[in-house]
């Protein structure tokens, strides 16, 4: 009886120590957000597929890719003096493919956005697209106010885009940043034919070090009836 | 004083990875590349440092990964083929010290072969005031434990197979470990079988995940690994290491030559 126990023995050790793994692994999955915020990321099937197979590598890969979509954005061909947009098309797979591998890469998600809204004309694919690079990546300025554009210039939904201009102005640090998320917030507001917005907005300007000059300029060309300026820093094609 | 067998057979891995020079070659090869990776400057301004972390830490573990398969993978098989196991077993050493000194000599001889690696990241890291030293230091001993894992795993499968299928099957299994999660996304996608899930969860449980020591996303967005995370990885690649050298010296001590 204890010979046939002991036959037994390397199996029941060999069971025991895969308990002791699968206990273990439950033990880390529960910090791993700590360490990777991508665990935490809705990834569709199809994502989770392509990051499986780039395994540990996958950074890297976006990277390379990234730097592959510069060069070839920088060689996109002209035809009747327009970019030709086939060659974004060809490229937005590319930056799709970024987004999956790396998804805080927020300049691929600003770059997509822009092409989906300005070369495609699907501002809707691109407020979409960039919200998901917001979800991602919620302290990016960037996708905050190139959303806004989106929905202010092509939607005509200023509502939205003050408010997504104000999320971008409260984000802490750079003062730049807030200004020109102020900025834009202000314009955005005196178009939609809120003065008073515009007003308490250039006010919060006002009191930013080394920016009330800008701002008393500006709240004297709305006294004055001034028209909307162009926006600074307006995303170009 | 009489050393353990296991510490003999240890030193004896560690004095033949050196005598063979692939494992010196391929550490340099290594530094080499992240070295080069810092002197790319045609990166966006402000992102190079970024760039550079991610280059060096897919470089560490990527020769890292071949350094361990290329040692481990001819260490019990290399004995075998050249008929020395025969003289070893000879000694006084039963078969499974022999295994753990294998398994300990490769893993102290992979991690001096990564060290400069990391110390070569950690420097640019400084010098470019690129983040914590400290978690760079995490992230090499992450890789490290990566590499005792995938060792236990190598030696496991060398037990019963030649150099060359273990190399092959050890790359099937870390391969398997990553391909695991899109399984996993593939079995909800195609059935709402309770069955399926079960069988998918099960799999994700017992197979080994390397995506455990993948500290990537932290070190280059300048986030901390808690100390805690750390431990528990480390409990964790004891466990993987410890069930595979069960197995490989459970197997081991049953072959016949």
Known sequence: MTARLGHYRPLAIAALLLVCVAGTQAWVDVYRPAVNDEAGVPFTGAAVIVRSFAGQIRGLLADFLWLRVDEYAHRRRLVDGDLNRADDAALLPLVRLITWLNPHYVEAYALGGQWLAFHFGRPGDAVTFYNEGIRNNPQAADLLTGVAFVQWRLLHDNKAAA????????????????????????????????????????????????????????LAQIARGGAVPAAPGTPRP | MIASPVLVVARQVMREAWRRRTLPVLALFGCGIIIASAFLSFFQLGTEIKFFKDVAIAVIFLFGAMATLVLVSTQLSGEIESRTIYNVLSKPIRRYELVLGKFAGSVVAIGIAVAPMVGILMFFMYVDQGGSLLEAAKAGYMLWLSFVVLSAVALAIASFSSSIVCAALSVLVYVASYLKSAVIAYAGM?????????AAQTFYYLLPNFENFNVRMAVVHDQVVPWAYLFRTTLYAAALSAFFLYLGTQIFQEREF
């Open chain 2, 190 to 198: 195609v059935t709402y079988s309770r069955l399926a899930a079960g």
């Open chain 1, 163 to 218: 408010a997504r201009v104000e999320q971008a102005a409260n984000l802490t640090g750079d003062d730049m940043v807030r200004f020109q998320a102020l900025w834009l917030e202000a314009h955005i507001l005196l178009d939609g034919g809120d003065r008073t917005g515009a007003i308490r907005v250039w006010r919060r300007v006002a009191a930013m070090p080394g920016y009330r000059q800008t701002a008393e300029h500006f």
